[in-house]
Nanobody, 122 residues
Framework: QVQLVESGGGLVQPGGSLTLSCAPSRHYFSSAAMGWFRQAPGKEREFVAAITWSGRNTLYADSVKGRFTIHRDNAKNTVYLQMNSLKPEDTAVYYC???????????????WGQGTQVTVSS
């Protein structure tokens, strides 16, 4: 069983930045596409960003393009979500996921983390 552990969430003011990290518990990482999703209270889980195992291909939700960057360090077995110019509507629990292909569809991902809270508020 692969476990994904997220970190880096917290409280930030509008316009601020945060970097989320995700590390799997064993060496599934090197062949997996990795994705970030988020879920705000009362809303469905939505796609944020994803990256292939090589790091060469990425996908972003329109709502975060130009503000968020996903990247991975295979040597450190970690994927990151750099979030800049944060807005109150970015407030949500952010989840890391691992799966076989690059996709926005949450059902394709095999493994999920427990989530980390990101709150954007003044």
């Amino acid at each position: 069983q692969v476990q994904l552990v997220e970190s880096g969430g917290g409280l930030v003011q509008p316009g601020g930045s945060l970097t989320l990290s995700c590390a799997p518990s064993r060496h599934y990482f090197s062949s997996a596409a990795m994705g970030w999703f988020r879920q705000a209270p009362g809303k469905e889980r939505e796609f944020v960003a994803a990256i292939t195992w090589s790091g060469r291909n990425t996908l972003y939700a329109d709502s975060v393009k130009g503000r968020f960057t996903i990247h991975r360090d295979n040597a450190k077995n970690t994927v990151y979500l750099q979030m800049n110019s944060l807005k109150p509507e970015d407030t949500a629990v952010y989840y890391c996921a691992a799966g076989p292909v690059l996709t926005m569809r949450p059902g394709v991902y095999d493994y999920w983390g427990q989530g980390t809270q990101v709150t954007v508020s003044s």
